[in-house]
């Protein structure tokens, strides 16, 4: 476990980081500004601010505070579109297969769900340089890291999988 001094820092910088990219989401709103003192956890600060609309779903990941951030964003219809996915600086495009594409809107669609939210969970990023992922939900944002011990909200999971899965990890010429 971090040392108190540890997790604050790291908390709030996955907080800038989401709500920067949040607002260049269309769609999405980053909503609330974050407390002058900070004082406000800053996934309260996102709050249900950090939903977008049904069926959709957008998939951050960022390994450390220097790794590339890979940006995610898939439509109700199944196309996707992603920025770094390889870390090699490339936009790609494509479509799920419609069998990803049902398994992802029964996720998406799971009540259950919107248990595995950060607010609901009162999620706190704990580790440094790890895979951080965060899933942005019409049920609101899942944040989860590849830390040791840490439980993955068994739902967010399947969904992350399914679309690390069916979207490009390999650099593209």
């Not at 340089?129 to 068994?154: F, M, W």
Request: charged fraction near 15%; include cysteine; proline fraction near 8%.
């Amino acid at each position: 476990m971090l040392a108190a001094s540890w997790s604050r820092p790291v908390s709030l910088s996955v907080a800038a980081l989401l709500a920067a990219v949040l607002a260049g989401c269309s769609g999405a709103d980053a909503g609330g500004s974050p407390s002058p003192d900070g004082s406000v956890p800053p996934q309260q600060q996102l709050g249900n601010a950090a939903t977008i609309s049904e069926g959709r779903v957008s998939l951050l990941q960022k390994l450390g505070e220097t790794g590339p951030l890979r940006t995610l964003n898939v439509e109700v219809d199944g196309r996707w579109e992603c920025v770094d996915c390889a870390g090699d600086g490339v936009t790609s495009t494509g479509a799920l297969t419609p069998e990803q594409l049902a398994r992802l809107q029964t996720l998406l669609a799971d009540p259950g769900l919107a248990k595995e939210t950060d607010q609901a969970r009162q999620y706190r990023v704990t580790c440094i340089d790890v895979l951080t992922s965060s899933l942005l939900t019409a049920s609101g944002l899942i944040t989860s890291q590849d830390c040791p011990g840490e439980e993955k909200p068994p739902i967010a999971h399947e969904i992350l999988l399914l679309l690390t899965q069916a979207t490009p990890a390999d650099p593209t010429s």
